[in-house]
């Protein structure tokens, strides 16, 4: 009778995916659907949450409506870009704050979510 000693085990390894780049695009809504189906049908609830989960008070994106630009959605958008190292323009922050306002917020809460949980484990087995 012989016995089969195993000397290793596969390792797993840590694979991060952090980077100078947004994690999804402006247009990537349909990444989280119920996020995107949030910010379409309550896009105050939304974007209240989507504060209170970047660190900022909660009512901070009701002041959205004075000017043409909407300045908390600008400033979020910018404090999360420097709060991770993201490339970017405070211009084209301001272009995606006036065009597509939801789109915005549902950018910085997926970007949020996925920089909360950076580390992915990879189990290699031979």
Known sequence: ?????????PRPYIMT???NEWSSGICDCFQDLPQ????FWCPCCFACKTSYEA????????LNGCGI?????????VSIRQRYG???TICKDCVYA?????????QVAREIKTRTNPITFVNLSA
């Open 1 to 9: 009778m012989s016995v089969t000693t195993v000397v290793g085990q």
């Open 17 to 19: 995916t952090v980077n």
């Open 36 to 39: 995107c189906c949030l910010s």
């Open 55 to 62: 660190g900022e008070c909660v009512c901070l994106p009701l």
């Open 69 to 77: 630009i909407p300045p908390i959605t600008t400033a979020i958008r």
């Open 86 to 88: 993201i490339e970017g």
């Open 98 to 106: 006036c065009c597509c306002g939801p789109c915005t917020w549902c």
